[in-house]
Nanobody, 123 residues
Framework: VQLQASGGGLVQAGGSLRLSCAAS????????MGWFRQAPENDREFVAT????????YYADSVKGRFTISRQNAKNTVYLQMNSLQPEDAAVYYC?????????????????WGQGTQFTVSS
């Protein structure tokens, strides 16, 4: 599977943004999908993950209640809806795919990565 993330840009604090990640290649629905982010000089950190069917999600505490991960298997796309954005949310966001069983939240568990999409938050 190949992944292409999009949707970054500039948003005001308190605003919303939706990121998309389109997949091509092997069957998208076979993979659990995740979103990670990396700010300058920081390690890549887990944001959210969604099960293959889309019926189960898990979030980092820092985004819980503000971000929503979803997927449309018919469109081979996973989304990240982000609300109430704050300056500390600004980063490069990466989508990733994994075949790992369970709910992995560490980058090494994901074997395929998109190129990243960046947004900044103005205060």
């Amino acid at each position: 599977v190949q992944l292409q993330a999009s949707g970054g840009g500039l948003v005001q604090a308190g605003g919303s943004l939706r990121l998309s990640c389109a997949a091509s290649g092997r069957t998208f629905r076979n993979y659990r999908m995740g979103w990670f982010r990396q700010a300058p000089e920081n390690d890549r950190e887990f944001v959210a993950t969604i099960s293959r069917s889309g019926d189960s999600t898990y979030y980092a505490d820092s985004v819980k209640g503000r971000f929503t991960i979803s997927r449309q298997n018919a469109k081979n796309t996973v989304y990240l809806q982000m609300n109430s954005l704050q300056p500390e949310d600004a980063a490069v966001y990466y989508c990733a795919a994994t075949s790992t069983v369970g709910v992995p939240t560490y980058p090494a568990a994901y074997h395929t990565w998109g190129q990243g999409t960046q947004f900044t938050v103005s205060s």
